[in-house]
């Protein structure tokens, strides 16, 4: 039985539930990076790293090759920098509308 389209869609939002792979995915956007160079952007243990690496590539999100002893991972496409880029907007959308509830709440407290 087929998965329906609503489900593959939130498996598929799961997978970018992960704050290491959105930095590793933002990292990608500006071109194919070997994994020495995202360990250093990125921070964390080497294992956690391709742990969350491993999930990318499985989910067909990323590619990866090797030249010698190294890794190089990038984009398997151009939607995921667009997908990021409407995420950033929709999430800025939402602070600014916040920002300001908050800055009328503000306004409106009584002096002290």
Excluded: C, W
Aim: proline share 6%; aromatic share 4%.
């Amino acid at each position: 039985m087929p998965v329906p389209l609503y489900e593959a869609k939130a498996e598929f939002f799961r997978m970018l539930g992960h704050p290491v792979r959105i930095r590793v995915l933002e990292l990608l956007q500006d071109g194919p990076k070997p994994v020495r160079d995202l360990l250093a952007a990125v921070e964390i243990e080497p294992s956690n790293l391709a742990q969350q690496l491993a999930v990318l590539r499985r989910s067909g999100i990323v590619t990866a090759s090797r030249t010698g002893s190294t890794v190089v991972y990038e984009l398997a496409g151009g939607d995921v920098a667009e997908l990021l880029a409407a995420a950033r907007r929709i999430l800025s959308d939402l602070l600014a509308v916040r920002q300001g509830v908050l800055d009328r709440l503000r306004a409106t407290e009584p002096a002290q």
